[in-house]
């Protein structure tokens, strides 16, 4: 056992080695140094556990560059998103359109004027130039920006009705997911959950009867992720102003998506709109930032001007507010607004959201005979229509007809399919696809480099 501990080489040795000095040169001596400790130690490990070398004692330089590039990959890798599901949150939901990862790379190189007025060369307020262009788009007075749309709701509630009641419908106690509950929100927010009607119906009387000297806002929460259908009554936001305004209360909107354009156009299910709400006199509406509108991640608030500058001056807007990236990401998404018979190939999600079924399955037809030829040894590969969803838990009942390539393994076994799941999710750029009905589903809705993805997995 002792001349195999032996034939171990010396670190020193060993970064003489040509090959290794090239990955010195690469990737620096002391993390190449560390990684040489590393496997020395797993050498003595498997000679002293096992009574033999590992395997990877005929070549140290190789296997050292391959940890190294392993060790060396970033966290957040590109991958192909052929899931079905287009604002997927775990896939880091919109991809951002060029202006905005432009204006993300100029600001993130420059210094830049966030709080900064070059006009009055005073200290300007971070938000102020996006609530202008906010403004603009969706007619509110003013608007406030944070790091999420959950952030957006917690500083509402915070800020506008600590220790008070919040009179909010049985059928919006919404959960989007993760810990976002409305009503713990509103425990963590210090307010008092006032819930009024039935699940499936909610009157304008359940509201006014519930109103008493401890209520400080009246709020609806759009359902995003789920519909009651049947014998229901919801009271829309319009008539919960009226009584609003008798009674002297804010309503507040927590709208989820929201969209600044009319999706119906585009023969997508209509979302309804942050500037519709504001028409009809709601006093604060917030929406996230990266779900329908295409853009960063960020919590948008709109609504009227004394509402919004108690938000800004609540100490959690400091700790809730976006960086400069965020910032530049959004201002280059809102202002494509500006022109909304682009968007549809200007902003990546639109443009996935509208591409036709038919495009689609002649990019299925284009794409089977390349990949019948590397894979359908061992595959049965067909063109299937299928439906891909919106996701980020907006219209989720609503699914938009596309089509997949699929793959199921010829000789029956559920195993080989996973093993194929497992096989592409390790690839230079990782496939993703969807397990169902014992196949892999690859949804092409959001495939767009087509030769990238062949060179990938044809390889
Ligand atoms: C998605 C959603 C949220 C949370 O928004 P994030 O931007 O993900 O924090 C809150 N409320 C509703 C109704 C939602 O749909």
Not at 24 to 51: E, H, K, N, P, V
Not at 308 to 323: E, W
Not at 412 to 419: C, H, M, N, T, V
Request: aromatic share 4%.
């Amino acid at each position: 056992m002792s001349t195999l501990y032996n034939q171990l080489p010396a670190i020193d040795r060993l970064l003489r080695e040509p090959a290794l000095q090239a990955l010195s040169a690469q990737y620096g001596a002391s993390f190449l140094t560390q990684i040489l400790r590393a496997m020395q130690q797993q050498a003595r490990d498997t000679i002293r556990q096992q009574q033999q070398l590992p395997h990877w004692h005929s070549n140290w330089a190789q296997e050292a560059a391959s940890r190294l590039a392993q060790r060396s990959r970033s966290a957040l890798r590109p991958v192909f998103n052929l899931t079905g599901t287009v604002l997927h949150t775990n896939l880091g939901r919109a991809r951002l359109a060029e202006q905005a990862i432009e204006a993300v790379s100029q600001t993130a190189r420059h210094a830049v004027t966030l709080e900064y007025a070059l006009d009055e060369a005073e200290r300007g307020h971070r938000d102020r130039a996006l609530a202008d262009l906010l403004c603009e788009l969706t007619g509110a007075e003013d608007a406030c920006i944070v790091n999420n749309n959950a952030a957006a709701v917690l500083l509402m509630l915070s800020a506008l009705a600590p220790g008070k009641e919040v009179i909010v419908s049985r059928g919006e106690l919404v959960e989007i997911g993760g810990a976002f509950r409305m009503p713990d929100v509103m425990r963590q927010a210090g307010c008092l959950l006032h819930e009024v009607g039935a699940t499936n119906r909610t009157h304008l009387k359940d509201y006014r009867s519930a109103v008493n000297e401890q209520t400080a806002l009246l709020m609806k929460v759009h359902t995003s992720n789920y519909q009651i259908q049947g014998f229901t009554k919801a009271v829309d936001e319009a008539e919960l102003v009226t009584l609003g305004d008798e009674l002297g209360l804010p309503v507040i909107t927590d709208l989820g998506s929201g969209s600044l354009i009319d999706l119906s156009r585009y023969g997508l299910p209509a979302e309804p709109m942050p500037q519709q709400l504001i028409a009809s006199g709601v006093s604060l509406v917030s929406f996230s930032g990266d779900k329908l509108l295409g853009g960063p991640q960020a919590g948008i608030i709109v609504g009227k001007k004394d509402l919004i500058a108690r938000l800004q001056q609540h100490p959690l807007k400091r700790a809730l507010r976006v960086d400069k990236l965020t910032l530049a990401a959004l201002e280059a998404t809102l202002r494509l607004y500006r022109q909304p018979e682009q968007l549809h190939e200007s902003l990546p999600t639109l443009r996935l959201l509208t591409r036709t079924q038919e495009s689609l399955q002649q990019q299925a037809e284009r794409l089977l005979p390349p990949l019948q030829a590397r894979w359908g040894d061992v595959y049965h590969l067909a063109i299937a229509p299928c439906f891909s969803q919106i996701g980020s838990g907006s219209l989720p009942v609503d699914r938009l007809p596309g089509y997949a390539i699929t793959f199921a393994p010829k000789d029956g076994r559920g195993s080989s399919l996973e093993a194929l799941a497992q096989r592409w999710r390790k690839l230079s750029i990782p496939v993703i696809g969807r397990l169902q009905e014992g196949r892999l589903w690859l949804d092409l809705r959001c495939l767009e480099d087509e030769s990238l993805f062949l060179r990938t997995l044809t390889s």
